[in-house]
């Protein structure tokens, strides 16, 4: 090959790397960041502008699980589920564009309420949902 | 040119002689509580204007989310959810404009959540001020002194 | 006796940047600009896709709002504008995929451009549309800067834009005259910078009859900004693409240090399209120190859009303030300066000389309202860099770092001084300014009080503004 080809060539793949690269780069890490333990995603937005994503999250008594709740709001947002005693670490307060993580491995089978503990708009009261936790 | 000097002369006896007018100390200090109302995305009152060494205490109120209010300057903040009410208290030693910035993520405009501390007499303003004008003064002087070379 | 810039550093003082060897041939390689702009469009690719996760969520979590509006935006008025002229240009990533395009590659140089190579009218040849386009893309600051998704948006429409008009018209026709927001006052602003692009020995292009700066050659493309390297006058156009340093067989392109502002002294193509464009640049940095650092709620939710009247409110006295209040103003004391100086001299000629003074006061004037974003609010910088898609990473460390406001207690002195500074430049090239009107020197020192009281005015206005 010419000269002119090669250097064509590798500045293509420069190119691909800048876009498609990147892009596929923070999706792999992204993925080994969060693999192994079975993840539910929550998102987390007030009320009025659709609430937590999942309403009901379903889960096996004796199965651990980690919760990661992105806040995509443009207020602060909280997590608890009081009745088993979890809540966030630190202030409780996951600030938007931050992300929150909890981990634990459900000990009793139930239908339990969780909900945001920060006051996050007036409706926070309603920004609430159910966890169902099943024998295997 | 004569009268452009004469012009000139008064302009600086003018502002001189308003110097000591506006760095006179205006009045003792005192004990203030100003009572701050925190909506999406802005502060009622959004100025507060007090003398230097006054003791400040705010109590900031908010009404709909959590909002913070830092202060510029002063480094001091507070934050308050709707029933919770925030305060800080400072002494006002430093004198000009302070922004007052919301420091609690309350919204998309909330980095534009801000309201105005106003300690006074400005002398910062004064000065500024006073130095534009010099500016121009000397600019002026100094163009019309080539000029008769 | 040569004029002295500030009394300092004469008009005509130059230091040849690309002197040394090893510069020179790294200006003159292929694979620049092709780096740094592959290197920058990484960057962009993790802002489109921030702005696209990011969605309506916080703005100021987000990596696409703050590498836009506080890291480029800043490094833009504060650094390279200033100090590296359009190097903006060089490095921009948004319509290198037109470019691709129309040269059917990367680095190769193909004399034939692929696409229509439509000519640009005549008639537009000037800073009107882009006027236009960046005030308009202002009405929308208010979701710009706040909702990652209308970041996203901007970006992409410019990207595909780009695509779609570098295939009908011309080379940079596209980044010139259509299609980007901040190219009219990066050509304009480039006036005040320390550096600049030109031929090193005119007499070697006087002797040179086959133009390849203009015309190409196998070693590097025509012009693409269409202006002739030879004689580049002022900065206004010259996008800094290098392509002249690899055409000119007789190595005689240079980038230079030069003193600031003097182009705005070169009296060759002055226009009202560019006093406009300084008009609404001042107003512009007027208008977003209100929305952005200042104390009237009811002025962003107008610029919020909370109510349509409010907004339509908002967009109604953006634009008369921008694009006639302040022309409006400028022009009575312009009428002074010349029943001053010599009523003969044409209104017109005055005004738009004249109003090159304030690209020296409106690039102050935004320097001095970055200071307002940047001791504030760039410790969130420090948090995107480490997430920067919301997704619960921590590349490096910082992603709890909380909002860190730093330095705000001296941040006023910062921007009085740097207001002073622009209002000494400003009185200095107005007074050259005016003695090039008015060729009489007595006549330019009474025709230049005016301007000079206009330009104490709007400086003490701004102190005011921002600090008082």
């Known amino acids: 090959m010419e000269k002119k080809q090669i250097t064509e060539i590798i500045a293509a793949i420069l190119v691909l790397l800048a876009t498609v690269g990147v892009i596929g780069a923070a999706l792999l890490y992204d993925e080994h960041l969060w693999g192994g333990l079975r993840t539910i995603e929550l998102t987390a937005q007030a009320p009025e502008r659709g609430n937590w994503n999942i309403q009901e999250i379903h889960l096996v008594r004796g199965e651990p699980v980690r919760i990661k709740i992105r806040n995509i709001d443009t207020v602060s947002h909280g997590f608890a589920i009081p009745e088993l005693g979890i809540s966030l670490n630190g202030t409780g307060e996951i600030k938007p564009g931050n992300v929150g993580v909890i981990e634990f491995t459900p000990e009793k089978t139930g239908d339990f309420l969780f909900t945001c503990t920060t006051w996050c708009s007036t409706q926070h009261m309603q920004m609430t949902g159910r966890i169902i936790i099943s024998e295997k | 040119m004569k009268i452009d000097k004469l012009i000139i002369g008064i302009i ?22 100003i009572i701050i109302n925190a909506k999406q995305f802005s502060y009622t ?3 507060v204007e007090v003398n230097r060494g006054d003791r400040v205490t705010i109590r900031l109120i908010s009404t709909d989310v959590h909002h913070g209010l830092y202060i510029d300057g002063y480094e001091v903040s507070t934050d308050a959810r709707p029933g919770q009410d925030g305060s800080l208290t400072f002494v006002a030693n430093n004198t000009g404009k302070f922004v007052m910035r919301c420091s609690v993520t309350c919204g998309p405009f909330h980095p534009y959540m801000i309201g105005y501390l106003k300690v006074k007499p400005d002398y910062r303003l004064f000065g500024s001020i006073w130095l534009a004008v010099g500016i121009f003064i000397c600019s002026i002087l100094l163009v019309s002194r080539r000029q008769k070379q | 006796m040569t004029e002295k810039i500030l009394g300092l550093i004469p008009v005509d003082w130059r230091f040849e940047l690309t002197s040394l060897p090893y510069v020179r041939k790294i200006i003159k390689s292929r694979w620049m600009p092709f780096l740094p702009i592959v290197l920058n469009l990484s960057v962009f690719t993790v802002i489109l896709m921030a702005g696209f996760v990011g969605g309506v969520s916080a703005g100021n979590y987000n990596f696409g709002i703050m590498f836009v509006w506080i890291v480029w935006w800043l490094l833009l008025m504060m650094v390279m504008v200033p100090f590296f002229s359009r190097v903006w240009c060089m490095i921009c990533p948004l319509p290198a995929f037109g470019e691709w395009l129309q040269r059917l590659g990367f680095m190769k140089v193909r004399n034939k451009l692929f696409g229509l190579n439509k000519k640009w009218p005549k008639a537009l040849k000037n800073m009107w549309l882009v006027n236009f386009l960046f005030l308009g893309t202002t009405y929308t600051t208010g979701f710009l800067t706040t909702r990652p998704i209308a970041t996203f948006i901007l970006l992409m429409s410019i990207i595909i834009g780009s695509i779609v008009l570098m295939a009908v018209f011309e080379k940079r026709n596209f980044c010139k005259y259509i299609g980007c927001p901040v190219g009219g006052f990066l050509g304009l602003y480039s006036n005040i910078a320390v550096t600049e692009i030109r031929a090193k020995d005119p007499q070697i292009c006087k002797d040179h009859k086959h133009k390849d700066c203009v015309i190409g050659n196998e070693k590097g493309h025509a012009c693409p900004w269409m202006i002739l390297p030879f004689d580049i006058g002022r900065n206004t156009y010259c996008g800094m693409c290098l392509e002249c340093f690899k055409t000119c067989p007789y190595d005689n392109m240079a980038i230079n240090l030069r003193p600031p502002a003097t182009d705005l002294l070169v009296d060759k193509n002055r226009g009202l399209d560019e006093a406009w464009k300084a008009f609404i640049m001042l107003g512009i940095a007027i208008f977003f120190f209100l929305i952005m650092q200042g104390n009237m709620g009811f002025l962003k939710d107008w610029a919020n859009a909370t109510t349509t009247e409010g907004y339509l409110t908002f ?29 003969e001299i044409p209104l017109k000629k005055l005004f738009t000389n004249f109003s090159y003074t304030l690209v020296p006061m409106g690039l102050i004037a935004w320097i001095a309202f970055s200071f307002g974003i940047l001791f504030p609010n760039s410790s969130y910088v420090l948090h995107v860099i480490s997430d920067p898609f919301a997704w619960g990473w921590d590349l490096f460390g910082t992603s709890h770092f909380p909002w860190t406001p730093f330095l705000t207690g001296v941040m006023p002195y910062f921007q009085i001084g740097t207001l002073l500074f622009g209002l000494v430049l400003s009185l200095d090239i107005g007074f050259k300014i005016s003695k090039q009107t008015f060729q009489k020197r007595d006549q330019a020192v009474r025709g230049f009080i005016p301007i000079a009281a206009f330009l104490t005015v709007v400086t003490i206005f701004l102190i005011w503004l921002f600090t008082g």
């Open chain 2, 12 to 33: 600086i006896l003018a502002l001189l002689v308003g110097l000591p007018l506006i760095l006179a100390q205006p009045e003792e200090p005192k004990e203030k509580t």
């Open chain 3, 315 to 343: 967009v109604a006295l953006h634009s008369i303030f921008n694009l006639l209040l302040i022309p409006g103003v400028f022009f009575v004391f312009v009428y002074a300066s010349r029943t001053l100086g010599n009523k």
């Open chain 2, 45 to 47: 009152p959004d100025t």
